[in-house]
């Protein structure tokens, strides 16, 4: 996201977000202003079904290198995820949420096809995953990014820079 889009999108303390998510951005703890999107009826779920083969289709779509069969090796190890899809059914968006089991949870593999990025989409898909995390009792919801995606993570969905580490467990192919 562009410096000018996240200033756009963050004014102040008020997120600027499509109408339609307003209220999921906004029980979040977020204040929202409401804005309209050309995509403005996508629909926003938690926990519905999405197969891997949406999964691998939506990563290639930005290309990604997917691995078919992980979403299936990785569902039962999820709190939940948030899906978007467009009127005609279509998985827009996507984004996993890891956890421990108890006060920690993780978002992890935050997708938003091309054609609706910059729209607020994305935004709202991490919104609806903190309020969902929230209300299963997380005390912390973590996510790790590239210095590409601060403006998103930071500005637009209200997560706090921190301190981490990280140790690399396989070689590079």
């Not at 204040?31 to 197969?51: F, H």
Request: net charge negative; proline share 6%; hydrophobic share 40%.
């Amino acid at each position: 996201m562009s410096g000018e889009l996240a200033e756009l999108l963050f004014q102040g303390a008020a997120l600027l977000v499509p109408r339609r998510f307003a209220d999921a951005v906004a029980g979040c703890g977020a204040v929202v202003q409401p804005w309209l999107m050309a995509d403005d009826d996508a629909q926003i779920s938690w926990r519905s079904t999405v197969s891997d083969a949406e999964l691998v289709e939506l990563t290639e779509s930005h290309g990604g290198s997917p691995l078919p069969g992980w979403w299936d090796r990785l569902r039962e190890h999820s709190l939940g995820w948030v899906t978007a899809r467009s009127p005609a059914g279509q998985l827009v968006g996507f984004v996993n949420v890891a956890w421990d089991g108890g006060d920690h949870a993780f978002l992890i593999d935050t997708k938003t096809r091309p054609s609706h990025q910059h729209r607020g989409l994305g935004t709202a898909v991490v919104a609806r995953a903190v309020q969902e995390s929230r209300a299963a009792g997380c005390e912390w919801l973590f996510v790790d990014f590239g210095p590409d995606l601060t403006p998103f993570y930071i500005e637009s969905c209200g997560f706090e820079p921190t301190p981490a580490g990280l140790v690399r467990l396989k070689e590079r192919s």
